[in-house]
């Protein structure tokens, strides 16, 4: 019986460690954030996955290298917004959506990337996760949109066999904000410079992170309960 209980505590804290640990390279995950000017879509995607991603659209290794240091928790780095489509691409009636602003991230085993929109357009959008086409390893993840309260209005799987999906964002359009003009979609470059998000934004979590614990959790209760039922039949 001692054997069993040893046993089963060993596999139960590798278990728990394992999936405290478990930050995939090709995991990924996308989300589009409704907000009171505009809209913002977000790809988090593990670090060997985001590299690729990045060096597939144009960047030099050196320069997704640079893109991907970790600079702290609320550095965000800008990348040309041109590159935004080749990780997430919205268009409407065919026509492919320019963002604001590209940024991305990272703690060192993900990377957000968050494409800003200036405005929210009437009727359905669609969304790509181009970066399924990008890297053959990608794996499949959780795309939710979010409303201006964060609550979730649809959830769906971005997959290599079902990539793009459509989302209604409002019933009216919205105008842009004045002054502001999209920007053009050039060459894919990199910014060479971090910037702090604004004050009423905070840093994307990371959804490997928190899957991770959860799963974590679930599978420390479990053991707790087998050790626990063995204990009484001694």
């Given at each position: 019986m001692k054997l069993i209980v040893r046993f089963?505590?060993?596999?139960?804290l590798a278990m728990f460690a394992a999936?405290?640990?478990?930050?995939?390279?090709?995991?990924?995950?996308?989300?589009?954030?409704?907000?009171?000017?505009?809209?913002?879509?977000?790809?988090v995607l593990g670090m060997e996955g985001a590299k690729q991603a990045l060096i597939k659209g144009?960047?030099?290794?050196?320069?997704?290298?640079?893109?991907?240091?970790?600079?702290?928790?609320?550095?965000?780095?800008?990348?040309?917004?041109?590159?935004?489509?080749?990780?997430?691409?919205?268009?409407?009636?065919?026509?492919?959506?320019v963002p604001r602003s590209f940024t991305v991230i990272t703690d060192g085993l993900e990377a957000?990337?968050?494409?800003?929109?200036?405005?929210?357009?009437?009727?359905?959008?669609?969304?790509?996760?181009?970066?399924l086409d990008?890297?053959?390893?990608?794996?499949?993840g959780a795309f939710t949109v979010l409303d201006e309260n964060s609550n979730i209005k649809s959830q769906s799987v971005f997959a290599r066999s079902s990539p793009k999906t459509s989302v209604t964002l409002m019933d009216q359009p919205q105008t842009e904000q004045a002054g502001s003009v999209p920007t053009p979609v050039g060459?894919?470059?990199?910014?060479?410079?971090?910037?702090?998000?604004?004050?009423?934004?905070?840093p994307v979590s990371l959804s490997s992170s928190s899957r991770s614990w959860g799963l974590a959790l679930v599978v420390f209760g479990v053991f707790a309960l087998a050790v626990g039922v063995l204990m009484r039949r001694r």
């Open positions: 089963m505590c060993f596999v139960g999936a405290v640990q478990a930050h995939g390279p090709y995991d990924s995950s996308a989300q589009l954030r409704i907000l009171d000017a505009g809209f913002e879509t977000v790809a144009g960047l030099s290794e050196a320069q997704a290298d640079t893109a991907l240091t970790v600079r702290g928790p609320s550095s965000r780095f800008n990348v040309s917004p041109g590159l935004a489509p080749q990780f997430l691409e919205v268009s409407r009636a065919g026509k492919a959506l957000s990337f968050t494409a800003s929109y200036v405005q929210v357009p009437a009727g359905a959008i669609a969304v790509r996760a181009r970066y990008a890297v053959e390893s990608m794996k499949p060459a894919p470059s990199v910014k060479l410079h971090a910037t702090n998000p604004p004050a009423n934004t905070s």
